[in-house]
């Protein structure tokens, strides 16, 4: 999953991404927020970049128009609307990561534009109005991006109910190896999806049991499952061993799994047509809502409460609305680099969502995104952590704030 930057390989104290667990099933069905999920036509697909992609194409962006896309983004948001043929400009966020309609409106006056993307940072539902009668008046298709809100509401409007399509990255909220959601609330969905094979289903299947393994949860299934995965792990060798020695150069293993599973920003249409894997559509249906939602945000108010007073920071946002379940913590750090190193070297998890942003998009794009690409480092909290983890990731950031605090500048 492309949320933290630390290399794959590197061991990680605390679960960066949510992880199964039997917990996970407990706790009801009922959220105390609407979901992407929520009456509407739903498309389960295998990222949520997939999901863009086929949201433009359900707005009819081709060749010679424009998909306004936040300056302030995620690089896996561009490939898209190149897929489509489209090309992409890029609107101002203001400090607090609402879109700039003033700068909407102007890219809108150059004509060509076709689809706009807006998106959800962080898990903290935009009033999206006004850009929503802006679309109208022109004539231009709204998508919600909601890769960091699958859940929320904000003036009585559920996350993904206002834009014409919407999207979400199940893999963010989910303890699930891949997964996206296209939906709409406004119009019918014209997208038919196949399974992507077994050995995708398998992959799939495996990769999540892994990952909870690894974080020791499912302790009994781990038990129960040593030898078969351990054989799984012998024939991975094989195969790997003989695409090494070129017998397979001839005819190269197709991928079993998206590349958007696995920290890339790539979009591959080869997915654009296959339906989610049967494992991340059963945690999907299975896995309580209600626990994600109360989780998430009790995490995020008791992270914030740790933090207090902390030296050199600041949350992105002052207090988490009601309407929220968060993606992550962003804290807002006066020097990152010594705070993100000393973290990094203690194995704590972070995302510094933007600080890569797409060629061209610098200060004179958008000041506002490049400031929050540099200062921004996001916290999980995830329904996963438990209560040591949780104790434990608050630690080691007051102490890696105070420490670089005491060090002049
Ligand atoms: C992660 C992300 C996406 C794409 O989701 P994937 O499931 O990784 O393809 C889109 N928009 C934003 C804001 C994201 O952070």
Redesign the pocket.
């Known amino acids: 999953?492309?949320?933290t930057t630390a290399p794959p390989s590197a061991r990680r104290a605390i679960p960066p991404v949510p992880v199964l667990s039997l917990a996970a099933f407990m706790g009801g069905r009922r959220a105390a927020l609407p979901s992407l999920l929520d009456g509407a036509d739903v498309r389960l697909v295998t990222?949520?970049?997939?999901?863009?992609g086929l949201a433009l194409r359900a707005l009819g962006v081709g060749a010679g128009d424009v998909v306004l896309v936040p300056a302030y983004?995620?690089p896996?948001?561009v490939p898209p609307a190149h897929w489509c043929g489209a090309d992409v400009a890029f609107y101002r966020i203001l400090p607090d990561t609402a879109p700039d309609l003033a700068d909407i409106q102007a890219h809108l006056a150059k004509g060509r534009v076709k689809a706009i993307?807006a998106?959800h940072?962080f898990g903290i539902p935009h009033d999206l109005a006004p850009l929503r009668a802006l679309c109208d008046r022109h004539g231009v298709g709204l998508i919600e991006?909601c890769?960091?809100a699958f859940f929320g509401a904000r003036d009585g409007a559920a996350v993904g109910s206002v834009g014409d399509y919407a999207?979400?990255?199940?893999?963010?909220f989910f303890p699930i190896y891949e997964?996206?959601c296209l939906v709409s609330h406004r119009h019918r969905l014209d997208v038919t999806l196949h399974g992507a094979g077994a050995g995708f289903e398998m992959k799939a299947a495996l990769n999540a049991l892994e990952a909870a393994f690894a974080y020791g949860r499912l302790p009994v299934l781990r038990l129960l499952l040593a030898l078969p995965l351990r054989l799984k792990s012998a024939l991975w060798n094989a195969r790997k061993s003989r695409a090494a020695n070129g017998t397979a150069a001839a005819s190269p293993a197709p991928a079993l799994a998206p590349s958007?599973?696995d920290s890339s920003?790539e979009f591959d249409a080869r997915w654009t047509d296959k339906r989610s894997s049967w494992l991340s559509r059963a945690v999907l249906r299975c896995v309580s809502p209600a626990r994600i939602v109360a989780r998430r945000r009790r995490n995020y108010q008791e992270l914030q409460r740790a933090l207090d007073g902390a030296p050199g920071c600041r949350p992105l946002i002052a207090r988490l609305p009601d309407g929220a379940c968060p993606?992550m913590f962003p804290l807002l750090v006066d020097r990152p680099q010594p705070v993100f190193e000393a973290l990094q070297r203690a194995g704590v998890p972070m995302t510094r969502?933007g600080a890569s942003l797409w060629p061209g998009v610098d200060a004179s794009v958008c000041a506002n995104s490049v400031d929050l690409g540099r200062r921004l480092i996001a916290f999980p909290c995830h329904q996963a952590l438990d209560d040591a983890e949780r104790a434990w990731l608050h630690a080691q950031v007051r102490q890696a704030l105070d420490a670089c605090a005491a060090v002049p500048a």
Do not use: N, V
């Open positions: 999953m492309p949320s990222s949520g970049r997939i999901a863009i983004h995620s896996s948001m993307l998106t940072f991006d890769a960091h999207i979400g990255s199940t893999m963010k997964g996206g958007s599973s920003f993606w969502f």
